[in-house]
């Protein structure tokens, strides 16, 4: 699995369509961060964009226009879907030191079961392997994209609270499961943190938490209020990465970044008063970083870390408050491909 700062032959979005997860008028505010989204994008890299039908699709088209963006900067997909969330049902994939490409297709069941129906979201991978005539393995596992994070050197980064979840494969063990990350993802180390941040319904995914930026470099969330509740979490989670070992037995240098501001007014759809807000959940595509941005008091500071982790690269901050609403970020719906 190559690792996400490697180029990429585009970048697979998948337009909103769900009102439970975006009731009312927040199906247009997402809709607008979309757009921020593809304008950012489409100048670096192909934006394939996944539209549930042909309504959806001019209702983009006439979206982008009235953005002043051309009708070019999206290829589009007329493909049915559930939600959006294509970081976690796209494919993700594996390249060979031919520089060949394979899709693995893992099941998807909308993080254990909570949000049916996702068969149709389940069937992406399939369809754009077809669609791009790929190679596809099928490991008879559920894993979402979203839930592991490699350095493209054989380290992977996933938590305990997702994979080892019953909701997820509770007929296998810990190390079945390792042993599928390593043969189908080219993994040699599997670095298992714990527990994810309060307000998150994927249970805990990684892209919230922890990611690599190069190959021995990790950007971790950590609170600075011991009264925060994500505070005793993300302190576990950085011991764990403190003590780890690469495959040659040298430390990975932990960058620590701010958490956000995660507490709402009111709910969420699903009950809850916190969002997984996390600078964590950024996108590097070709030529650009997407920073999601949330708290004024950190923001500024973040994003030029950012500068400084990739200076080849625009960093592009994009305000996530109203995305964040619906339990994800940047990252969650975006995918990098490859073909």
Known sequence: MPPEWHPHSGT?????????????????????????????????????????????????????????????????????SDDMWARDFGPVYVKNELGGVAVTDWIYNAWGGKYPPFNNDN??????????????????????????????????????SVLLNPNRNPDYTKAQIEEHLKEYLGQQQVIWLKDGLAGDDTDGHIDDLSR????????????????????????????????AENPSGGKFEIIPIPMPRNKINGTTVDGSKYVP????????????????????????????????????????????????????????VTQQMYY
């Open 12 to 80: 697979l979005l998948c337009w909103p369509v769900n009102r439970k997860t975006w009731p009312g008028m927040r199906i247009n505010n997402v809709e607008r961060v979309y757009i921020e989204l593809i304008q950012a994008l489409y100048k670096h890299e192909t934006v394939h964009l996944l539209v549930h039908d042909e309504s959806i699709r001019r209702r983009v088209t006439e979206k982008l226009k009235k953005a002043n963006l051309p009708e070019n900067a999206v290829t589009y997909h007329l493909h049915p």
């Open 212 to 243: 690599f930026v190069s190959e021995n470099v990790i950007i971790t969330a950590l609170a600075d209020d011991p009264n925060d509740v994500n505070y005793k979490t993300l302190q576990h989670n950085y011991k764990i990465l403190k003590a």
């Open 123 to 160: 069937k992406i991978p399939g369809y754009l392997a077809s669609a791009f005539n790929q190679m596809t393995f099928t490991p008879e596992l559920i894993l979402e994209g979203g839930s592991i994070d490699t350095n493209g050197k054989g380290v992977m980064l996933t938590t305990e």
């Open 277 to 332: 807000a996390s600078y964590a959940n950024f996108y590097i595509a070709n030529g650009l970083v997407l920073l999601p941005l949330y708290d004024e008091r950190y923001d500024d500071q973040v994003r030029e870390l950012f500068c400084q982790l990739f200076p080849d690269r625009d960093v592009t901050g994009i305000d996530c408050t109203d995305l964040v609403w619906g339990q994800g970020g940047i990252h969650c």
